[in-house]
């Protein structure tokens, strides 16, 4: 059974929280990508219940169900995160995510080090200030996206508009359509696998409202708020070589960059296929962190 919870937080704002599994098992929180939102799939459910793990998702803030925090930052997740935690009954925690989340898991990491026991970042960009080649080998949308997040949120959202109406009520071939020079092979072929659907009901429920994914954008283009050094909780990095939504290299530079990280630089993997094939690998190697 999964529980929905509008969380009041701290400073007057409301965050849509999703969580599932045993009450007493080790906390996992869970940073969607960008788009998305707290919808929790079913494969990712399992993979956690069956390990005795409470799996708690959100949607950041301005995506639905979740106010807008209008010029957060990246570290600015951090507080929010304490807050499910808190209202979990949680006093440390693991935390991971994907693309856009893996960003915010590693502020929950640098911000909370005395809270969090070990973070996974799974194709995560790096910081956009000081690297000229950020947008290399990213796929055409993407470019444009991110060179309109430079200019600003009056020219982004007539973009990102466009963009969601062709992920809304798509089904996989219309999400390839609308995503055709971001997809890879090997990524085609798990959007249409069953696990696509929990991706597509992820990438769907995420463009509902459009400030979440605008402002993730905005954030990622600035000041993270917080160092890479300033990590100090294990990490885990994995990142796949045909990803075209977060290219190779922005992994490559992370597990240069991440003190005593470990990085898992995977061949022939994309942006979603190492999500789905490499899932139970990846919370196998945080729950090592968990106390017995």
Request: proline letters at 5%; a negative charge.
């Amino acid at each position: 059974m999964t529980e929905r919870i509008a969380l009041d937080l701290p400073d007057g704002r409301i965050l849509d929280v999703q969580v599932s599994g045993p009450a007493d098992g080790a906390l996992l929180i869970w940073h969607h990508g960008t788009p998305g939102c707290s919808y929790q799939g079913l494969e990712k459910q399992r993979a956690l219940h069956s390990r005795g793990v409470r799996y708690a998702s959100y949607s950041r803030a301005g995506a639905a169900g979740s106010t807008r925090n209008p010029g957060r930052s990246v570290a600015d997740v951090a507080a929010d995160m304490a807050a499910v935690a808190d209202h979990l009954g949680a006093e440390t925690f693991l935390t991971g995510g994907q693309s856009g989340g893996g960003p915010h898991a590693l502020a929950t990491g640098a911000v909370l080090p005395d809270r969090v026991l070990a973070v996974l970042a799974v194709c995560a960009v790096k910081p956009y200030a000081g690297q000229p080649d950020f947008l290399d080998s990213m796929g055409a949308d993407n470019i444009e996206e991110f060179g309109l997040a430079l200019q600003g949120e009056e020219e982004l959202l007539p973009f990102l508009q466009k963009e969601r109406a062709g992920i809304l009520e798509a089904d996989a071939e219309g999400v390839i359509r609308t995503l055709d020079n971001l997809l890879p092979d090997v990524d085609r072929a798990t959007l249409t696998s069953e696990l696509g659907e929990d991706i597509i009901r992820n990438l769907q429920g995420g463009v509902e409202e459009l400030y979440g994914w605008m402002d993730d954008d905005l954030a990622f283009t600035r000041d993270w708020g917080f160092a890479l050094d300033d990590i100090t909780v294990p990490t885990y990095l994995w990142q796949g070589s045909e990803d075209l939504m977060v290219p190779f290299h922005h992994g490559e530079w992370l597990a240069e960059h991440i003190p005593g990280v470990v990085a898992h630089l995977e061949p022939g993997e994309g942006h979603l296929s190492i999500q789905v094939r490499m899932f139970e690998r990846m919370v196998d190697e945080v729950l090592a962190h968990v106390p017995r």
